[in-house]
């Protein structure tokens, strides 16, 4: 069994922040843990934009704090995120994620599972690993 805490997390390199700040990425189970996903907290900072496409990974999420928008590129819908929502990109949605008057709080599992500390690239990709 696998019991971590937050905390053993935060500050350490588990800790990924997005390179132009728009959000923090806490890796609370990675691939090595080899449960088939990852399961990250992420803060999503209030008014803020990222662009996100991960071509390599499914991913679902799940708001429990603040709020935001998602705006689905294909169709141009526009989404509210707030605690109790969730969404899931299903087919490898090309999104931006919006920070709204408040940091968002949201725990997002990703499959395959991200292998540690990986970052956004200029196009809002996961590389795939292996
Ligand atoms: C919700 C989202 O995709 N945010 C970007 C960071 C990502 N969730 C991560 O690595 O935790």
């Known amino acids: ?3 971590r805490d937050i905390k ?3 500050g350490t390199p588990k800790e990924v922040f997005a390179k132009e700040g728009q959000w923090i990425s806490r890796r609370m189970l990675l691939k090595d ?9 992420t803060i999503i900072k209030a008014n803020t934009k990222t662009h996100i496409h991960y071509k390599n990974h499914l991913e679902a999420v799940y708001c429990v704090e603040g709020n935001g928008k998602i705006e689905d590129l294909k169709t141009g819908k526009v989404y509210e995120i707030y605690n109790g929502a969730m969404y899931a990109l299903n087919n490898h949605d090309e999104h931006n994620l ?5 940091d968002m709080r949201l725990i997002c599992v990703f499959n395959p599972p991200i292998k540690g500390t990986e970052n ?8 795939l690993e292996d």
């Not at 919006?98 to 408040?102: A, K, M, V």
């Not at 956004?120 to 590389?127: F, S």
Request: aromatic fraction near 14%; charged fraction near 20%; avoid cysteine.
């Open 8 to 10: 053993q997390i935060i």
């Open 98 to 102: 919006y920070g709204g008057s408040e």
């Open 120 to 127: 956004h690239d200029e196009n809002g990709v996961y590389p």
């Open 1 to 3: 069994m696998i019991v």
């Open 33 to 41: 843990d080899k449960m088939g996903f990852s399961f990250h907290e």
